[in-house]
């Protein structure tokens, strides 16, 4: 299995950025697939998490803010970053869903090695 995620890089506050992870390997349309972020010194943590239905969840600091999809038949998952803030940068981490609470990152299974989003003010 392989998640490769790109897309990252500097933006300015208030800016937008959208980040991509393209999964190999599983069977990503029957997988759901989540969003995580770790900034230095911090846990890892959970952004957003998309179901292989389409249904999505947010963390309240990005809620109204990112949005995530998915495109099953590029096996791709994405995440729009709008509304960037000085919270924001962190690396981003994608990851395929296994079981437990998808606030957690012990319920994933598989990860990408992440993409870094710098925000300047």
């Known amino acids: 299995v392989q998640l490769q995620a790109s897309g990252g890089g500097l933006v300015q506050a208030g800016g937008s950025l959208g980040l991509s992870c393209a999964a190999s390997?599983?069977?990503?349309?029957?997988?759901?697939m989540g969003w995580f972020r770790q900034a230095p010194g911090k846990e890892r943590e959970f952004v957003s998490t998309?179901?292989?239905?389409?249904?999505?969840f947010y963390a309240d600091s990005v809620k109204g803010r990112f949005i995530i999809s998915r495109d099953n038949a590029k096996n791709t998952v994405y995440l729009q970053m709008n509304s960037l803030t000085p919270e924001d940068p962190a690396v981003y981490f994608c990851?395929?869903?296994?079981?437990?609470?998808?606030?957690?990152?012990?319920?994933?299974?598989?990860w990408g090695q992440g993409t870094q989003v710098t925000v300047s003010s």
């Open positions: 990851a395929s869903y296994y079981a437990g609470s998808r606030y957690y990152a012990q319920s994933y299974d598989y």
């Open positions: 390997g599983l069977t990503f349309r029957m997988r759901t």
């Open positions: 998309i179901s292989s239905g389409g249904s999505t």
